[in-house]
């Protein structure tokens, strides 16, 4: 009973520091301090450290992840932790100023941040109201999980590139989920092979990368001398474009960067939530259906092979392709496509979201002849093709001193040239919009003399927020003055009437019309 109780302060601390110290040694991660951490890290060839405090909610939350994490990497990967609360000087020799941190450690020298796949995670985002300013502060977590840490560590293990030393090797090296690089050269003395070396420690995060100095292994690809070969993964091998890319450039890091990032996504590649922002940047059409590659490869393929065709064909004309997992994305097709519940089950969803956010689907069934997907491809280039907004009903009476805006409306009176405009995206669950409320409204009734100036209000939540105005955090304002639509005014002033017309004064285009008293303000 004793015994009992002398343990209970222990656990008591472990379960609120989040990162246990007091049972370490009952954990796969190590736990290390300003006296060991130089001593223990070297010992290690790969190792994760989370630099964490016991008193942050987001290392608590991550500490049960990254626990597991370690217990599944255990003998390949070493994670430990170091609580910066006790340990400041390693902490602030590896530049940590926010928490949790993680860094990637090759034997105790070299650290590089953590850029793992957190897509498995969720993220919350914190409003923090500043007692002096009166000012919003917007922090946007993202929760790291195990499978991601588990994941992404795996492939830091091994050298930055395989040797391979004959056939075989290169066969089962390129046999896998993911694309292969692998340069081809004559000896190990010479300049390319140590530059390739370079490439592979800069960019083994993102790809698999091997290399020979046996030219014969690149025969089989019409190669006869020192290059670099790209193997696409044999799950999307198709008949509209080779499994294999030839690089053809003088070699430096920065021209294979460029080659592999050319090349290894194809024509239409498999979007994940990884991928997902690198493809974007390009107006990017997607199908998206049951597709899983890991269980049904010649039925992912049956619909890729369709939209394939398309690629090949439009190929060169602005629009790029892709196929993705209809239930990676579902919360997304939900929210920004109105994708409903009963839809798309069985055949491909289509979409089109442009650079500039214009986003349009196609409500044709998908044919298996694939002829109304190039219908619909047809009118997207005609311009024939209605864009798909989210918004709520447009009012039908908008008579308040606050102008109620709405996706479907936001060009007609945010962009109005005639009037400048102060909008507030806001929430409907957000206790600071709701704060704002009054003072917004006496805002808009002070100025309703004022006929060039609109002080209105959208729900970014259930509409679509146009490009130009970054919303992360409710409430956001934006001021969007005459002749100058196309550049919005992000508001960062304080939250009273007084600040409210200051700011206007300042940068409105025209004299303010105040009414009544408050014209003295």
Known sequence: MAAAARLLPAVALAL????????????????????DFDYLATEHETMLVTFYA??????????????????????????????????????????VSGYPTLKIFRNGRDSTPYDGPRSAGKTNTHIHTNKQTGLLNVYVCVCVCSDGIYHYMKKQTGPDSVHLQAEEDLQTFTDHYDASIVGVFSDA????????????????????????????????????????????????????????VVFKDFLTIGSLRRFIRDNISGLCPHMTMENRDRLRVHDLLTAYYDLD?????????????????????????????????????????????????SEGEELPFITIRTQLGHKYTMREEFTRDGQSLERFIEDYFAGRLKRYIRSEPVPERNVAAVKVVVAESFDDVVKDGEKDVLIQFYSRSCSHCKKLEPVYRELAETLSFDPNIVIAKMNAADNDVPLGYDVQGYPTIYFAPVGKKDEPIRYEGGRELRDFLK??????????????????L
């Open 16 to 35: 609120w520091s989040g990162f246990p110290a007091a049972v370490s040694s009952r954990r796969d991660a190590l736990e290390l301090g300003d006296a």
């Open 189 to 244: 003395d010479g300049s390319r092979l140590p530059e390739f070396l370079r490439a592979a420690a800069l960019l083994r995060e993102q790809f698999r990368f091997a290399h020979t100095t046996d030219l014969k292994l690149a025969h089989e690809y019409g190669v006869t001398s020192e290059s670099v070969l790209l193997f696409r993964p044999p799950r999307l091998s198709n008949k509209f474009e080779e499994s294999v």
């Open 503 to 520: 700011f206007l004064k300042r940068e409105a285009s025209h004299r303010l019309k105040l009414g009544g008293l408050k014209a003295e």
């Open 293 to 341: 590659y890991h269980r049904n490869i010649r039925g992912s393929n049956y619909w890729r092979n369709r939209v394939m065709k398309m690629a090949s064909k439009y190929s060169g004309r602005g629009l790029t392709f892709s196929v993705a997992n209809q239930k990676d994305f579902l919360s997304e097709l939900e929210d920004e496509f109105g994708l409903g519940t």
């Open 54 to 95: 016991p008193w942050c909610g987001h290392c608590k939350k991550l500490a049960p992840e990254f626990e597991k994490a370690a217990t599944r990497l255990k003998g390949t990967v070493q994670l430990a932790k170091v609580d910066c609360t006790a340990h400041s000087e390693t902490c602030g020799r590896f530049g």
